[in-house]
T-cell receptor, first 112, second 118 residues
C-alpha cells in the first residue's frame, strides 16, 4: 500500500539552528500538508501546498517557516532559526483531489 | 473559528467492553467529520468519516453518526480488543464536497488515549 514517508524520525538541534524536515508524499497525490503536535496538545494545521505554491497557512506558519517541493517527489519543511517552542512532532500528509488525507509517521523535533 | 472537543482521557477498558468516545464540534456551514487513529509508533490513519448530517461512518467495528442537531460525532464500538489500544482523534474539515476541494485542512480534537486490557 502506498504511504507517506518522513525523515528524520527524530532530530535534536540547538536553538537558533536551521532544520529541514523531509517528506515523500504518495506519488499521484496533488495536495501536500504539514501539521504539528506539541507534546500533550492538539494536532495543528501549519500549511497546505498545491500546484507548487502555498494554498493556505495558519498563523503559526510565520516567516521562520518555509516549504518547498524541490523535485518531483520530496516536500520539505524548513525552520530557519529554531526556538524551544518549535519542539514538536511534525506530520506530513498528502491527498488526491477527493480522497482522504494520508499521514506520515511523523518527525520528532527536539530543540535544546 | 472551528473547534473540536473530545472527551478527556485516558480511557481504560477490558477486552470486549463497549466503547464510547465523545466528540462535539463548532463550525460554520456544513463540515465533514472524521475519526483518525494513531497506533503506537505509527502515523495518523483515517478510521471513518461522514460528510453530511445523519451519515454514519463505519470501519473495523467502529461507528460514528453525524448529528447536526447536537453537533456531535461520537465514536462507538460494541466490543473492543487489545489491538484497538491507540490514540483516537476526532477532526473536522470545512471543505466538504464543494468544488472537489480536498479535505486536507483539518481541525483536530486533543486526542483520547485508549488502553484495552486482556
Amino acid at each position: 500500500e502506498p504511504e507517506v514517508t518522513q525523515t528524520p524520525s527524530h532530530q535534536v538541534t540547538q536553538m537558533g539552528q536551521e532544520v529541514i524536515l523531509r517528506c515523500v508524499p504518495i506519488s499521484n497525490h496533488l495536495y501536500f500538508y504539514w501539521y504539528r503536535q506539541i507534546l500533550g496538545q492538539k494536532v495543528e494545521f501549519l500549511v497546505s501546498f498545491y500546484n507548487n505554491e502555498i494554498s493556505e497557512k495558519s498563523e503559526i506558519f510565520d516567516d521562520q517557516f518555509s516549504v518547498e517541493r524541490p523535485d518531483g517527489s520530496n516536500f520539505t519543511l524548513k525552520i530557519r532559526s529554531t526556538k524551544l517552542e518549535d519542539s514538536a512532532m511534525y506530520f506530513c500528509a498528502s491527498t488526491g483531489q477527493f480522497g482522504e488525507l494520508f499521514f506520515g509517521e511523523g518527525s520528532r523535533l527536539t530543540v535544546l | 473559528g472551528d473547534s473540536v472537543t473530545q472527551m478527556e482521557g485516558p480511557v481504560t477498558l477490558s477486552e470486549e467492553a463497549f466503547l464510547t468516545i465523545n466528540c462535539t464540534y463548532t463550525a460554520t456551514g456544513y463540515p465533514s467529520l472524521f475519526w483518525y487513529v494513531q497506533y503506537p509508533g505509527e502515523g495518523l490513519q483515517l478510521l471513518l468519516k461522514a460528510t453530511k448530517a445523519d451519515d454514519k461512518g463505519s470501519n473495523k467495528g467502529f461507528e460514528a453518526t453525524y448529528r447536526k442537531e447536537t453537533t456531535s460525532f461520537h465514536l462507538e464500538k460494541g466490543s473492543v480488543q487489545v489491538s484497538d489500544s491507540a490514540v483516537y482523534f476526532c477532526a473536522l474539515s470545512d471543505r466538504g464536497n464543494a468544488g472537489g476541494t480536498s479535505y486536507g485542512k483539518l481541525t483536530f480534537g486533543q486526542g483520547t488515549i485508549l488502553t484495552v486490557h486482556p
